[in-house]
């Protein structure tokens, strides 16, 4: 802050200087008005004495300097005046434009000086509760991707305090949060904080051609990490032990409908005898029966007892065992 008053300063003498050099070579009864590029004001009302460093004729150097430019109408305003304002305002009070020269700046920024909630804290606000709303997710960055103003006050500002609230306008590639200026209960204003959500998520990449029927492992087959707009896509389930379903080019992303787990064995086949039996560690019962459909270790077939001719019929649901009996299920 310090530096730049003292930039300002430095910037001002040097104006003055240009201004005063002017009288040397020039009409020593013309009007000289030198113009920063910006300044601040704690007044509402705009007069040239204000913003400018105005030398010439001393007769009429009071009457220039008097001449009003404008009035703060809102907080937080930035009136822009430019040259061919102020030869006009200057017109008005009987003041000709060719006894003017100006120096400096063609447009200066005039704004007031006052309190205001800066627009980093009104984003901090809103990155941080947006980290706690969605800590659930894993999200790696919040980027801000649409700038924030700062927020003018009518007083301190250490009497204000930011209320954060998720937006209703969402998509699935950014969060926005609403963040309420409150002053003892009241709203003041808001201001709307818009993030892009990046996840991190993985991939599983063919690092050489994979024909059909090829198992997946780290020697042919890398996980990269990325980053993704929605959390877990259905491409971070892959995993090795895979088997290509079909040819799989090099340097292709390998999905669900390229590749499966691989099958175990057939352990029974439809019409095999098995034995149904359960063992409940206390108790053995085993029975004789017929699988009526083929069955892989931990399937859940059905299995057949008795006979139609005996009219004792029965279907039993069991759970295919390592030893190729089945377990039925209770």
Same mark, same amino acid.
């Given at each position: ?8 300063i430095?910037?001002? %003498?040097i ?10 070579? $020039? ?14 004001l ?9 913003i400018a460093?105005?030398?010439g004729?001393k007769?009429?150097?009071? +009457?220039?300097? $008097? ?6 109408? *809102? ?6 005046? &430019?040259r ?6 200057? /017109? ?10 100006f120096?400096?700046? @063609?447009i ?5 000086? @006052?309190d205001i909630?800066a ?11 947006? =980290?706690?709303? +969605?800590?659930?997710?894993q999200?790696? !960055?919040?980027?801000?991707? =649409? ?6 006050l ?8 930011l209320?954060p609230?998720m937006? &209703?306008?969402?998509s699935?590639?950014?969060r926005?949060v609403?963040?309420?200026?409150? =002053?003892?209960? *009241?709203?003041l204003?808001?201001?709307?904080? %818009? ?6 998520? #993985?991939?599983? *990449?063919?690092?050489? *051609?994979?024909?059909a029927g ?11 990490k990325?980053?993704?707009? !929605? ?12 088997? /290509?379903?079909? &040819? ?6 390998i999905t669900? !409908?390229?590749?499966?787990y ?6 029974i086949?439809? #019409? ?5 039996k359960l ?7 085993? /029975? ?8 892989r ?8 007892r $008795?006979?139609r ?10 759970? %295919?065992?390592?030893d190729g !009996? ?5």
């Open positions: 802050m310090m530096n730049h008053k003292r930039c300002f430095f910037a001002w %003498v104006g003055i200087c240009a201004v005063a050099c002017g009288t040397e070579t $020039g009409d020593p009864n013309k009007i000289r008005i030198y113009l920063p590029k910006d300044k601040i704690a007044s509402e009302v705009i007069e040239l004495r204000q460093v105005v030398l004729d007769a009429l150097v009071p +009457l220039v300097n $008097g001449v009003r430019l404008g009035q703060f109408s *809102v907080h937080g305003q930035e009136i822009m005046i &430019d061919k304002t102020i030869l006009s305002r200057l /017109a008005s009070s009987g003041i000709k434009s060719s006894s003017v020269a120096y400096g700046a @063609e200066i920024s005039v704004r007031r000086n @006052e909630v627009a980093d804290r009104f984003v901090n606000t809103a990155r941080d509760y947006l =980290r706690r709303e +969605l800590s659930g997710e999200i790696e !960055t919040l980027k801000l991707i =649409r700038p924030v103003k700062d927020y003018p009518d007083g301190a500002n250490e009497s204000v305090t209320t609230l937006s &209703d306008r969402r699935d590639r950014t926005a609403m963040v309420r200026v409150m =002053r003892e209960g *009241v709203e204003g808001r201001r709307e904080v %818009v993030f892009s959500v990046q996840y991190p998520c #993985h991939r599983l *990449v063919a690092t050489q *051609v994979l024909p090829t198992l997946i492992t780290p020697e042919n087959a890398v996980v990269e990325y980053m993704s707009n !929605t959390p877990s896509p259905a491409s971070d389930s892959l995993v090795y032990g895979m088997i /290509a379903k079909r &040819d799989i080019p090099c340097g292709a992303t669900e !409908t390229m590749a499966e691989k099958k175990s064995p057939v352990l086949k439809k #019409h095999q005898k098995v034995i149904l063992d409940t560690g206390g108790l053995l019962v085993s /029975a004789p029966g017929e699988a009526t459909q083929d069955g270790l931990g399937d859940i077939i059905s299995v057949q $008795g006979s001719q005996t009219r004792d019929l029965k279907i039993v649901l069991g759970e %295919v065992m390592p !009996t089945v377990k039925p299920v209770l």
